[in-house]
């Protein structure tokens, strides 16, 4: 069965405090890899996607990165406005246009 | 203005009522999905749309209904037989060209 595991659960950082969250997989021939942010209350947001190993992709403070086992979204210099929950899914190679949604990092960012 | 609408945001069921949740896209979308999100956990497919008059199920289709008439509206019905409805549904949409889904602003639904 494919699995997508989002670590930390929660991470706290203060304004300007860099830092990475991973999302590890186990889908083979991985079709691509998604990076969404929800803010509370309302629908995820799209920010990345990623489709083979060694691309990156970067937007404004956010770099995601790709390995044949893992995804990391680096965040430089966070801004409380960076506080939300990211989300990873990946897109198996047998099953469409399906996403399988990992359980999401909720980032807490203190000015 | 393209985009992607739920209604309604809010939604209270007493138990044993069926309610229908709406979502309609203008993005000129071929697929189109429901997810569940409970508190602190990821998304779980309910069911999804590839094409107009087809539908299949997704992981927890049991005690959800969906119709697919127009290739705009892929309405979610939440019946009786669900037994734990109470969560944000979430609608999204996506296509055979672009492999990433887009969602709508969801719809908080509570069992009274």
């Known amino acids: 069965e494919d699995q997508v595991t989002q670590s930390p659960e929660a991470l706290r950082l203060q304004e300007g405090e860099s830092s990475s969250l991973n999302c590890s997989y186990t889908?083979?021939?991985?079709?691509?890899l998604f990076w969404y942010r929800q803010d509370p209350g309302k629908g995820p947001e799209f920010l990345f996607t990623?489709?083979?190993a060694g691309e990156e992709k970067e937007k404004e403070r956010l770099k995601a990165t790709l390995t044949k086992k893992e995804s990391f979204l680096h965040i430089t210099a966070p801004k409380p406005e960076d506080s939300a929950t990211y989300l990873c899914?990946?897109?198996?190679?047998?099953?469409?246009?399906?996403?399988?949604f990992g359980g999401g990092t909720r980032l807490m960012v203190k000015p | 203005d393209g985009g992607i609408t739920q209604s309604p945001k809010y939604l209270f069921r007493k138990e044993g009522q069926n309610v229908t949740l709406s979502c309609e896209q203008n993005l000129n979308h071929d697929a189109m999905y429901w997810y569940r999100q409970d508190p602190g956990q990821g998304l779980r497919l309910i069911y999804y749309s590839q094409i107009v008059n087809d539908f299949q199920k997704g992981d927890i289709a049991e005690g959800y209904s969906v119709s697919r008439e127009k290739k705009e509206s892929f309405p979610l019905t939440v019946t009786s037989a669900q037994k734990n409805p109470t969560a944000f549904y979430l609608c999204?949409?996506?296509?055979?060209?672009?492999?990433?889904?887009?969602f709508g602003p969801g719809t908080r639904l509570t069992v009274l």
């Open positions: 899914a990946v897109q198996p190679p047998d099953a469409g246009n399906m996403l399988t």
């Open positions: 889908v083979s021939g991985l079709r691509g």
């Open positions: 999204a949409t996506g296509g055979y060209v672009v492999n990433e889904q887009f």
């Open positions: 990623l489709y083979s």
